[in-house]
């Protein structure tokens, strides 16, 4: 059974040193009781006092791994019901779907396993394949020759998978899936290999009573399917099973969840799948490899799954544009991601050359950082400086973002000798401005 805030406390410390964030170890245990934070936070707890808290420490959703020659996909250890309260954790894997009856299996899985995008200095692609196993154990073999990673075995015949799984040694694979009338022989192929398990039932009161049942027989790791006729009743249910595993710590519902985003059709794919991803689902399983479908839901995880506190930041430093010269001009931005890329692509493309000093604002829009303090006229001073500007340039001229242009005065005297210039508060006037003020 689950602790108290109170019982909590007495196993803490009790020093009140603060760096849990927290003011006092009473505060942190009571956000330790509601699942709130992690033991971890806690530098000085005793050995002894970890175990007692093992229960309490633990995330209300179980940590799910999947792992394939080298790859590895973490998903579970959520510890909110919305982001904004803390932080989402592990993103949701995204997996293509493929049949093993298919001749034109390997040249389809090498296509999608290829796809890369880069969005704001980020690479991303799909997490792995779910082989639809069709009586054909050779699948797995077929697929692992074009691929490093991760799968998801589909198939109800308990003899396919043991030796199917057999061809995968040493890598953690997910089942799917058991239900009341194959657990048994299912879960003792997981337990065989090691393997996580899907479950699925029709109702949230039979989905925790199979996973008793699974767990009886010695496997921890599973993954729910939590059914549903349509896409309302399946968002009620990962809602209600969230919630219960969040507040009610109630273990059996405590697991990731997986979603087959075509299970009403293809012209609805991309909607369904863009709902499991905000929705809970730990896998997000589509039929479909289109790019113009796989991008936009790879943009929404990573927006869906970035720590709000925490936005989006590039390294700090000096940045080369098309090849800049001594005299080529200096512009100044923030380390926000989008403000960095913004600025970057808008000269890049121009093909005018440019030196681009970012300088460390937190993370934070020209605007924001300045509103804040984490962008003034000794930053950018301390940045030119640090970053060896004055050795790559002959000119020295810097351009200030044109929403901060009340900060050019500051700048000078911050910096002697050199020319202070306020560029357009839009990146996309960068090239005009450039051409027409800066030669």
């Known amino acids: 059974m689950a602790l108290s805030g ?78 904004h309260e803390k932080t989402f954790y592990n993103k949701p894997g995204l997996f293509l779907r493929v049949k093993a009856s298919d001749p034109d299996l390997a040249k389809k899985v ?75 022989s299912l879960a003792d192929v997981a337990k065989k290999h090691k393997a996580i398990l899907a479950v699925k039932a029709d109702s949230l009161e039979a989905l925790a009573d199979l996973t008793q049942k699974v767990q009886a027989r010695g496997v921890e790791d599973m993954v729910l399917d939590l059914g549903g006729k349509n896409l309302g009743e399946w968002l009620t249910r990962s809602t209600q099973a969230r919630r219960l595993a969040l507040k009610s710590n109630f273990k059996p519902l405590g697991y990731p969840t997986i979603f ?25 399983v589509i039929d479909t490899f289109a790019p113009e479908m796989i991008y936009p839901l790879l943009v929404l995880r990573e927006n869906i799954y970035t720590d709000p506190q925490k936005p989006i930041q590039v390294q700090p430093g000096i940045y080369e544009i098309n090849s800049p010269k001594p005299d080529s001009p200096v512009l100044v931005t923030t380390n926000f991601s989008i403000t960095y890329f913004a600025v970057a692509n808008e000269v890049e493309g121009s093909g005018l050359p440019a030196w681009l000093v970012v300088t460390d604002a937190e993370g934070m829009s020209v605007l924001t950082a300045w509103a804040a303090g ?3 006229a000794e930053r950018i001073a301390k940045a030119i400086k640090g970053f060896n500007v004055e050795e790559k340039v002959s000119k020295k001229r810097i351009v200030l973002p044109g929403h901060v242009a009340v900060l050019s005065g500051e700048v000078e005297e911050e910096l002697p000798g050199w020319e202070v210039r306020v560029g357009p508060r839009e990146a996309v006037d960068l090239p005009a401005f450039m051409k027409q003020v800066l030669n």
Do not use: W
Not at 135 to 151: C, D, I, M, Q, Y
Not at 260 to 284: P, R, W
């Open 374 to 376: 984490k962008f003034d």
């Open 110 to 184: 090498a296509a999608a396993d290829a796809y890369k995008v880069n969005y704001v200095g980020m690479d991303f692609s799909i997490d792995g394949f779910a082989i639809e196993l069709d009586g054909n154990p050779e699948a797995a073999k077929t697929v692992r020759s074009v691929t490093k990673r991760p799968l998801i075995l589909i198939g109800n015949d308990a003899a396919a998978l043991d030796s199917t799984l057999s061809q995968l040694a040493g890598e953690s694979t997910l089942i799917y899936a058991a239900d009341s009338s194959n657990h048994e």
């Open 260 to 284: 087959f985003a075509a299970q009403n059709g293809l012209d609805k794919e991309a909607v369904y799948a863009s709902q499991a991803i905000t929705k809970y689902a730990g896998f997000v």
């Open 6 to 83: 109170i019982q909590i406390y007495k196993l803490l410390p009790q020093t009140n040193c603060k760096e849990c964030s927290f003011p006092t170890c009473l505060a942190f245990a009571m956000k330790l009781a509601a699942k709130q934070v992690e033991l971890s936070a806690c530098p000085y707890v005793s050995e002894e006092s970890k175990k007692q808290l093992a229960e309490s420490a633990a995330p209300p959703i179980r940590l799910i791994s999947l792992r394939a020659n080298g790859t590895e996909l973490k998903v579970g250890n959520e510890v909110v019901m919305f982001r």
